[in-house]
């Protein structure tokens, strides 16, 4: 759930004006920082996740810090193995790599949640010796009526009623020794006032602590809540910055809570603003919310996401759009992130990508390409031994492509050997256009082309063409259309004389000799 702080009543934005002065939040002291990514492994890696991953990893590499990735998989009904695997992989392909995490291991291990049942259980013991936690033996139907009666009363809920607060120690152990089924809360102190902190990126928050109910830290299944689980795990791998969505925004006090009963000084937070689309409404799977793997299947490139997506709340100086990784991961830093909600705009990430594919040369182009290729009805073995005449292809499109998925619509002609797949509306707005003496000028350049005398290259062909158009008296282009739409199917294919250059002399007469016959009846 996404928390629009100016909603809710029990935080206020205290203005540095009247705040006390405190400590920057994003100063480091003299360690280096470490921060974490800790995806719950419920779904797919998603464009708001990755977002968080970046900048955990770009604050990482520009402070010499330590990114450490670790799977918040304690949900065991929604948590699956495979979504681990899938979040591992879309992270590698982001480029996004751990210093400690799953598969690499570190000093600070195990990564996964459901190894670290000994933490929690040692941080609870921890809180049991400083008086922090009492034993609630409330069931699901008592607190959910209580609920139920406070909702409609004038206060409404304020969280639960601290009845078990009140018993005896003596009472307490014997309903435990009985066997009754009991949840562990944490005390929070009776006099603690507004819980206080300063955000790296919202500025000092505070929120009224009378609203901090005596939080469930332990199940009765006796597992870990998510707060717990999540300060054991910070406190314990020593992290210095969490930096996450502002969906957690709203567990920060509670965390802290935890912090104080455990006697541990809590990390900076520095929470991210929500990622709208571009009719400024949350995201949705029509615009942003697809997973990072579908948008590498739509064939956008790992860097010009991480590019685009580390600037979806975040900027270098205000106006530099194309960051490198080099340059993100040696500038980023908390102070320039923003707390306005960040623009998800698809066309701008089109555009972004063009531009990275546009800086491929052409052998790397090919090594992108090879599975859209492939989609195009080339051969995956031709592309592994012959990638010169792939290389060749790279010219005739490098210009017009936004992402690699339009590369079988755009090349698809290439592959078809001696037939031609035509396209209707190009028939008739070309071939069978009145008076654009369309079957002349085809049969003319179908002579040019079997012309063995005329070297097989793009120029030549071109301008013995051009000659035609002057001897038969038709315009240039109404020579070059007919002929387009012959070879490649459509009238908006790449540069038709280089591709010409590229199928072969019979390939294309044969093709001119199937529109002259399909569409003539010659
Ligand atoms: N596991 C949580 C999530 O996937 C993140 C917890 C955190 O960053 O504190 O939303």
Same mark, same amino acid.
């Given at each position: ?35 974490? /990514? ?20 770009? /604050? ?271 500038? /980023? ?31 790397? =182009? ?5 599975? =859209? ?146 569409? /003539?009846?010659?």
């Amino acid at each position: 759930m996404n928390v629009d702080i100016s909603n809710i009543s029990n935080i206020s934005t205290v203005t540095p004006a009247a705040a006390p002065a405190a400590a920057p939040a994003t100063a480091l002291d003299s360690k280096p920082p470490r921060v974490r /990514f800790a995806p719950s492994p419920t779904g797919q890696l998603h464009i708001g996740g990755a977002r968080t991953a970046i900048y955990n990893w770009a /604050f990482a590499r520009a402070h010499g810090g330590t990114f450490i990735l670790r799977i918040e998989d304690t949900d065991p009904e929604r948590s699956t193995e495979e979504n681990t695997h899938i979040i591992l992989r879309a992270l590698r392909w982001l480029g996004l790599d751990w210093d400690e995490g799953p598969e690499i291991g570190g000093d600070f291990g195990p990564y996964f949640q459901t190894q670290r049942s000994e933490s929690y259980a040692l941080a609870f013991e921890t809180l049991q010796a400083n008086d922090g936690v009492y034993p609630c033996f409330c069931s699901v139907e008592t607190l959910s009526a209580k609920r139920e009666a406070a909702e409609k009363s004038e206060g409404g809920w304020a969280g639960y009623d601290r009845t078990c607060r009140a018993l005896s120690p003596q009472e307490a152990n014997a309903r435990i020794a009985a066997g009754e089924p009991h949840v562990w809360r944490l005390k929070v102190p009776e006099t603690r006032g507004a819980i206080e902190f300063e955000d790296a990126v919202y500025g000092k928050l505070s929120f009224s602590a009378d609203v901090m109910d005596d939080m469930v830290l332990i199940r009765t299944d006796n597992t870990p809540t998510y707060n717990f689980a999540v300060v054991c795990d910070d406190a314990n791998m020593q992290i210095s910055h969490v930096i996450r969505g502002d969906d957690h925004l709203s567990n920060t006090p509670r965390q802290i809570l935890i912090y104080e009963a455990l006697g541990i000084t809590p990390p900076t937070f520095a929470h991210l603003s929500m990622i709208l689309g571009s009719d400024n409404k949350k995201l949705s799977k029509r615009q942003g919310s697809s997973s990072v793997e579908e948008y590498r299947d739509r064939g956008y490139l790992s860097d010009a996401l991480v590019n685009f997506l580390s600037l979806l709340g975040w900027s270098l100086d205000g106006e530099t759009t194309i960051i490198d990784r080099e340059t993100l991961t040696r500038e /980023f830093s908390l102070d320039r992130i923003t707390k306005k909600d960040a623009v998800f705009d698809e066309v701008k990430l089109d555009w972004m990508n063009g531009v990275y594919i546009r800086e491929l040369d052409a052998p790397t =182009w090919v090594s992108h390409a090879t599975p =859209w290729l492939v989609e195009a009805g080339a051969r995956e073995a031709d592309i592994k031994e012959n990638p010169a005449f792939f290389e060749k292809l790279y010219p005739l499109v490098i210009e017009r492509l936004a992402r690699m998925d339009e590369i079988p619509s755009k090349l698809a002609y290439m592959f078809w050997g001696n037939k031609v797949i035509l396209d209707e509306d190009s028939v008739k707005k070309v071939l069978l256009k009145e008076g654009a003496r369309a079957e002349e000028a085809l049969r003319g350049c179908r002579a040019v082309l079997a012309d063995t005398s005329i070297p097989w290259e793009c120029e030549p062909l071109q301008n013995a063409c051009r000659t035609l158009s002057d001897t038969l008296d038709i315009k240039p282009k109404n020579l070059f259309q007919p002929l387009r739409v012959a070879v490649c199917g459509n009238m908006v294919s790449p540069p038709l004389f280089e591709s010409i250059e590229l199928l072969d002399r019979t390939c294309v007469l044969a093709r001119i000799d199937q529109t002259l016959d399909c569409v /003539f009846h010659a």
